[in-house]
């Protein structure tokens, strides 16, 4: 993230609206985190299949948060669903604690 | 970065990327000059930041929330810039009185840019119609 950007902006006459998802950066970024829920989520098997998720997820530990990063997370949510797949707010945090981990791991 | 510069023997590492989305249509979805509008970005964006690329026309959707939401779909050009946040802000001033000209020009909700990981928009107010 430009370290100025708040800075950048009010010299622009701009909102910052969002942070784009760590999926690469530039504008493809979010275009690709939508592309990644889409392709990664899989609705469960059953009867009545519930949200796609991703298989790997196993575990679903409670993690604390504010406000603020919940409505970031319900806006990401909204933004990565379609007509025909839903994605979650949590499922958003949870990919985006996978993505930034996995960052950590190749450093 | 530095390091990755040297490997290359590149003489020029810029590491802030700036990119600029250029509309097709206004907010009535209606055309615009896309064209002379991507010519005059490439040649602001070379003359302030060095170079820029321009992608082949995308599909794009806009949410006009001053107009109870309504989509506006367009095919926006996609410019990326590399610099640097020093040329922005040396920049500033000159990519504001652009990107402003060319949303009160083309009647635009907002102009949108990305600045390494951050979205922003300048936003317009709809434009009152005036009989006669």
Not at chain 1, 33 to 45: E, G, H, T, V, Y
Not at chain 1, 55 to 84: C, E, G, I, R, Y
Request: charged share 25%; glycine share 8%; with cysteine.
């Amino acid at each position: 993230m430009a370290r100025n950007v708040h800075k950048i902006a009010k010299r622009l006459g701009a909102t910052v609206v969002d942070r784009v998802p760590d999926a690469g950066g530039g504008a493809f970024g979010a275009a690709r985190l939508a592309k990644i829920f889409q392709a990664r989520l899989q609705p469960s098997q059953g009867q009545r299949p519930g949200r796609p998720t991703d298989p790997s997820w196993v575990l679903h530990p409670k993690v604390p948060m504010s406000q603020a990063t919940m409505q970031k997370l319900t806006q990401l949510a909204n933004q990565a669903s379609t007509a025909d797949r839903k994605v979650s707010p949590m499922q958003v945090a949870a990919q985006l604690l996978e993505m930034s981990l996995g960052e950590e791991r190749q450093d | 970065m530095g390091d990755m510069a040297d490997r290359f023997q590149a003489d020029k590492a810029e590491s802030t990327l700036l990119v600029l989305f250029i509309p097709s249509v206004d907010r009535d979805e209606q055309p615009i000059d896309q064209e002379s509008w991507v010519g005059q970005s490439l040649e602001l964006l070379g003359r302030e930041f060095g170079g820029a690329t321009a992608f082949p026309q995308a599909r794009g959707v806009w949410r006009d929330d001053a107009r109870g939401g309504r989509l506006v779909f367009d095919e926006p050009v996609i410019i990326q810039c590399y610099t640097s946040e020093q040329a922005i802000e040396q920049g500033a001033d000159r990519l504001r009185d652009f990107l402003v000209r060319m949303g009160r020009d083309t009647n635009q909700g907002a102009v949108g840019l990305v600045i390494d990981r951050d979205y922003l928009e300048i936003r317009f107010p709809v434009r009152e119609v005036t009989d006669g």
